[in-house]
Structure formats: C-alpha cells, structure tokens
C-alpha cells in the first residue's frame, strides 16, 4: 500500500513560481516511477510530468516542458514539481500518482496505480 500526499499549491500571480510536493509512504517509493498529473475544471486529467525511480530520466508534456521541472528525493521519500512562469491556463487541481510495478515512467494516466488527492493551483493573470 502506497499513500500520497501533495502540498504546495496556491494562488499565484501569471509569471510567478510555485513548488510542488509530493510525500510518499511505503517501502517501493525509490522502486516506483513517478508522475505529475492535473486537471482543470470541466477538462480530463492530463498529463504534465513523470520521473523513473532513480531519477535519471524525465519526461514532460509540451505545455510545461521548458517551464516546469520534476525531481525526486528517494532519501526523503518525496517528489517535486517546480514550476517557473506559470500562466492562467496552468490553473488546476495537480496530483502526484505513482507507478510501482515499474521504475520506468509513462505519460499514460492508466499505469499509475495510487494517487493523490491533489493541491489546488490557481494562476490569476
């Protein structure tokens, strides 16, 4: 059983920054690719960002590539999202979720297999 919890979120103004954190319980966290979703209102949840176990390899999608960064601390347990010069069209709810079959990360919402609750970030312009 793996359990997530993000924190982080908030109001922001366009242009700003917000980190993201994602803590992870559970022996597999260092074992499990891992990977940033979000969803704003009255759209599916999409992909934004995913990490492999060691870290070594990450993938974004082309609306936050070049602006957002995902990283991990397997000491701690924890996963990040920093996220630079965020627009309104950033505003969502952003859940960490956790892929622990593979240490390889996929943009596929499918292969992850514990979420998150998700911590609101809204980006006034």
């Known amino acids: 059983q793996v359990q997530l919890v993000e924190s982080g979120g908030g109001l922001v103004q366009a242009g700003g920054s917000l980190r993201l954190s994602c803590a992870a319980s559970?022996?597999?966290?260092?074992?499990?690719?891992m990977g940033w979703f979000r969803q704003a209102p009255g759209k599916a949840r999409e992909f934004a960002a995913a990490?492999?176990?060691?870290?070594?390899?990450?993938t974004y999608s082309g609306s936050v590539k070049g602006r957002f960064t995902i990283s991990r601390d397997n000491a701690k347990n924890t996963m990040y999202l920093q996220m630079n010069k965020l627009t309104p069209e950033d505003t969502a709810v952003y859940y960490c979720?956790?892929?622990?079959?593979?240490?390889?990360?996929?943009?596929?919402?499918?292969?992850?297999?514990?979420w998150g609750q998700g911590t609101q970030v809204t980006v006034s312009s």
């Open positions: 979720a956790a892929r622990t079959r593979f240490t390889v990360q996929t943009m596929s919402r499918a292969e992850y297999d514990y």
């Open positions: 559970g022996r597999t966290f260092s074992s499990s690719a």
């Open positions: 990490i492999s176990g060691s870290g070594g390899s990450t």
